[in-house]
């Protein structure tokens, strides 16, 4: 079986087009369509990652000189924005 997959938009409310397909007239196909999520966790979870990783290098580089108090600010910035203990 040979797999074609193609990233669209939906322009109009409940109507699909797909054009410029690979495959021969009266050729029978499957279509199975996936909607992309948007987790909002996701992009919390990588705002967390960039936040540690910009207190991380600033400890590291010297700018920080209490690095356990910038580790405990972080925690409660953490619990305080995203409910995480």
Known sequence: MNAYKK????DNYQQL????LPFAP???????IL???HNKVDSQLEELRQK???ATEQILAGN???SELV???LQARLRNEYGLD
């Open 7 to 10: 990233y669209v938009v939906i």
């Open 17 to 20: 087009v797909l054009s410029d």
């Open 26 to 32: 009266g050729q029978k196909v499957e279509v199975i």
């Open 35 to 37: 909607a992309e999520e």
């Open 52 to 54: 540690i990783d910009s």
């Open 64 to 66: 920080v000189t209490g």
């Open 71 to 73: 580790f405990e600010q």
